[in-house]
Protein backbone atom coordinates (compact mmCIF):
# COMPACT_ATOMS: atom_id res chain seq x y z
CA UNK A 1 0.00 0.00 0.00
CA UNK A 2 1.43 3.35 -0.76
CA UNK A 3 2.46 6.07 1.19
CA UNK A 4 -0.58 8.95 1.22
CA UNK A 5 2.41 11.26 -0.04
CA UNK A 6 3.12 9.16 -2.87
CA UNK A 7 -0.89 8.90 -4.13
CA UNK A 8 -1.34 11.01 -7.29
CA UNK A 9 -5.16 12.30 -8.25
CA UNK A 10 -5.89 13.28 -11.52
CA UNK A 11 -9.42 14.35 -11.63
CA UNK A 12 -10.67 14.29 -15.66
CA UNK A 13 -13.74 14.20 -17.68
CA UNK A 14 -15.82 11.17 -18.05
CA UNK A 15 -14.78 11.03 -21.35
CA UNK A 16 -10.97 12.10 -21.29
CA UNK A 17 -11.26 9.39 -18.97
CA UNK A 18 -12.69 6.39 -21.40
CA UNK A 19 -9.95 7.51 -23.67
CA UNK A 20 -7.46 7.19 -21.11
CA UNK A 21 -8.79 3.64 -20.02
CA UNK A 22 -8.83 2.62 -23.71
CA UNK A 23 -5.41 3.46 -24.48
CA UNK A 24 -4.34 1.61 -20.85
CA UNK A 25 -6.24 -1.29 -21.74
CA UNK A 26 -4.39 -1.58 -25.26
CA UNK A 27 -1.01 -0.95 -23.69
CA UNK A 28 -1.86 -3.37 -20.94
CA UNK A 29 -2.66 -5.66 -23.55
CA UNK A 30 0.79 -5.40 -25.79
CA UNK A 31 2.72 -5.32 -22.42
CA UNK A 32 1.27 -9.09 -21.86
CA UNK A 33 1.87 -10.07 -25.35
CA UNK A 34 5.33 -9.18 -25.26
CA UNK A 35 6.12 -10.62 -21.90
CA UNK A 36 6.71 -7.22 -20.11
CA UNK A 37 5.61 -6.73 -16.56
CA UNK A 38 3.65 -3.90 -15.80
CA UNK A 39 2.66 -2.39 -11.82
CA UNK A 40 -0.14 -3.13 -10.42
CA UNK A 41 -0.51 0.33 -10.28
CA UNK A 42 -0.72 1.15 -13.68
CA UNK A 43 -3.81 -1.84 -13.67
CA UNK A 44 -5.54 0.14 -11.13
CA UNK A 45 -5.55 3.65 -13.10
CA UNK A 46 -7.37 1.83 -15.82
CA UNK A 47 -9.61 0.20 -13.50
CA UNK A 48 -10.52 3.96 -12.29
CA UNK A 49 -10.49 5.82 -15.15
CA UNK A 50 -12.87 2.47 -16.78
CA UNK A 51 -14.96 2.91 -13.91
CA UNK A 52 -15.00 6.91 -14.64
CA UNK A 53 -15.82 6.31 -18.22
CA UNK A 54 -18.58 3.86 -17.73
CA UNK A 55 -20.19 6.94 -15.22
CA UNK A 56 -21.39 8.37 -18.15
CA UNK A 57 -22.05 5.36 -20.22
CA UNK A 58 -20.21 6.62 -22.90
CA UNK A 59 -17.19 4.49 -24.19
CA UNK A 60 -14.84 6.15 -27.02
CA UNK A 61 -15.76 5.01 -30.12
CA UNK A 62 -11.78 5.36 -32.22
CA UNK A 63 -13.28 3.01 -35.27
CA UNK A 64 -15.85 5.92 -36.43
CA UNK A 65 -14.02 8.78 -35.46
CA UNK A 66 -15.76 9.27 -31.70
CA UNK A 67 -18.78 9.00 -32.73
CA UNK A 68 -20.48 6.06 -31.02
CA UNK A 69 -23.53 4.33 -32.31
CA UNK A 70 -25.79 5.75 -29.99
CA UNK A 71 -24.76 8.82 -28.15
CA UNK A 72 -25.89 8.29 -24.50
CA UNK A 73 -29.46 8.69 -25.17
CA UNK A 74 -30.03 5.09 -24.54
CA UNK A 75 -27.71 2.67 -22.42
CA UNK A 76 -27.07 -0.81 -23.95
CA UNK A 77 -29.21 -3.47 -22.97
CA UNK A 78 -27.22 -6.19 -24.86
CA UNK A 79 -23.26 -6.54 -25.83
CA UNK A 80 -21.22 -8.25 -28.31
CA UNK A 81 -19.17 -11.42 -26.94
CA UNK A 82 -16.11 -9.18 -26.97
CA UNK A 83 -17.30 -6.68 -25.25
CA UNK A 84 -18.77 -8.69 -22.98
CA UNK A 85 -15.28 -9.98 -22.43
CA UNK A 86 -13.66 -6.84 -21.95
CA UNK A 87 -16.44 -5.79 -19.23
CA UNK A 88 -15.72 -8.98 -17.37
CA UNK A 89 -12.07 -8.51 -17.75
CA UNK A 90 -11.68 -11.69 -19.25
CA UNK A 91 -10.95 -13.75 -22.57
CA UNK A 92 -13.58 -14.17 -25.31
CA UNK A 93 -13.34 -18.26 -24.65
CA UNK A 94 -14.75 -17.78 -20.83
CA UNK A 95 -17.64 -15.73 -21.80
CA UNK A 96 -18.36 -19.15 -24.64
CA UNK A 97 -17.61 -20.75 -21.66
CA UNK A 98 -19.88 -19.33 -19.81
CA UNK A 99 -22.33 -19.53 -22.50
CA UNK A 100 -21.80 -23.14 -23.21
CA UNK A 101 -22.36 -24.14 -19.19
CA UNK A 102 -25.82 -22.00 -18.63
CA UNK A 103 -23.94 -18.82 -16.62
CA UNK A 104 -24.77 -16.34 -19.77
CA UNK A 105 -28.08 -16.78 -21.72
CA UNK A 106 -27.21 -15.04 -25.07
CA UNK A 107 -30.34 -13.34 -27.10
CA UNK A 108 -30.72 -13.73 -30.47
CA UNK A 109 -31.16 -10.43 -32.23
CA UNK A 110 -31.30 -10.51 -35.78
CA UNK A 111 -28.59 -13.20 -37.05
CA UNK A 112 -26.26 -12.05 -34.07
CA UNK A 113 -25.95 -13.33 -30.36
CA UNK A 114 -25.77 -10.66 -27.27
CA UNK A 115 -24.92 -10.94 -24.22
CA UNK A 116 -27.50 -8.70 -21.77
CA UNK A 117 -26.02 -6.55 -19.65
CA UNK A 118 -27.74 -7.46 -16.64
CA UNK A 119 -26.26 -10.83 -16.63
CA UNK A 120 -22.60 -9.29 -17.08
CA UNK A 121 -23.74 -7.23 -13.79
CA UNK A 122 -25.06 -10.09 -12.10
CA UNK A 123 -21.87 -12.30 -12.32
CA UNK A 124 -19.45 -9.30 -11.36
CA UNK A 125 -21.42 -9.31 -7.86
CA UNK A 126 -21.03 -12.91 -7.75
CA UNK A 127 -24.47 -14.06 -8.31
CA UNK A 128 -24.20 -16.43 -10.50
CA UNK A 129 -26.97 -18.31 -10.03
CA UNK A 130 -28.60 -15.62 -10.49
CA UNK A 131 -28.03 -15.14 -13.86
CA UNK A 132 -28.56 -18.24 -14.85
CA UNK A 133 -32.11 -17.53 -13.43
CA UNK A 134 -32.09 -19.30 -10.21
CA UNK A 135 -30.74 -22.73 -11.56
CA UNK A 136 -27.35 -23.39 -8.98
Do not use: C, W
Amino acid sequence: MKEPSDLVFVDVSDELAGHLAYALRRYLKYARSVGMPVPDEVRQLEQRFTLSANRSHKEPDTRSGGKGVHDGHMDALTVTYADAAQALRVSRRTINRLVADGTLVPAQIGGSKRIPVEQLRRIAKGETAAARGGVA
